[in-house]
């Protein structure tokens, strides 16, 4: 009986062996999992509104009491990111002073006024030549002239437009301009609204 006894619990002691090597394996066989991190991330898109006008010399060659068109059409390229607020796209032309939008500097000075210096985008707003006599949203009042107003929706949120400036210097109506080199700066500038 003790043989009997004796071998039973080598049995058992095998059988428990087993038993603890198995589970022990199984452990060590599972995955560990730890905590969680987390990150937070931001990213910032800003809103942006540019202006670009190739060439930036126009040249005319002035008529005495006629038009005269520039040497080439300005190229304009207006890009822009805007926010879910914007509905508008307004681009101005406008000179410093309704008066003088081109003087020769002299003492006393001799000017070209907007009234004679015409603009015409015929992408944009005004498709024949008109002078620059508005008082546009940018600029001198009676100096400026609205060359597009683009609407903005979900689908043109971010985007960009090229227009192409013809500009003209009417004299009809000062035939006894001096002769002389008349300068002046045309300012082009985009608002969002």
């Given amino acids: ?3 009997l006894f004796s071998f039973r619990r080598s049995a058992l002691i095998v059988v ?12 060590f066989g599972q995955s560990v999992t730890s905590t969680a991190a987390s990150v937070t991330l931001t990213a910032t898109l800003l809103e942006s ?9 126009v040249t005319f060659n002035l008529n005495s009491g006629a038009a005269a068109t ?8 207006t890009a822009w990111i805007l926010g879910p607020g914007r509905s508008t796209v307004v681009l101005d032309g406008y000179f410093s002073s309704a008066s003088a939008a081109l003087t020769d500097g002299g003492s006393p000075a001799n000017n070209i006024p907007t009234s004679e210096v015409l603009g015409q985008v015929t992408t944009g707003t005004p498709t024949s030549f008109t002078a620059f006599t508005q008082t546009a949203a940018l600029g001198q009042a009676g100096a400026g002239l609205t060359l597009f107003s683009q609407s903005i929706t979900a689908a ?5 437009r090229t227009d192409n400036l013809n500009l003209k210097i009417d004299l009809t109506s000062q035939p006894q301009l001096p002769s ?14």
Avoid: D, E, F, H
Avoid at 16 to 27: E, N, Q, R
Avoid at 49 to 57: H, I, K, R, S
Avoid at 182 to 191: I, P
């Fill in 1 to 3: 009986m003790q043989k």
């Fill in 156 to 160: 043109n949120r971010a985007s960009l």
């Fill in 49 to 57: 509104l540019t202006v670009t006008a190739t060439p930036n010399l």
């Fill in 70 to 77: 520039g040497s080439t059409p300005v190229v304009i390229g």
């Fill in 180 to 193: 002389g080199l008349y300068t002046g700066t045309l300012t082009l500038q985009a608002q969002a609204n």
């Fill in 16 to 27: 428990l062996t087993a038993i603890v090597c198995s589970a022990s394996s199984a452990a």
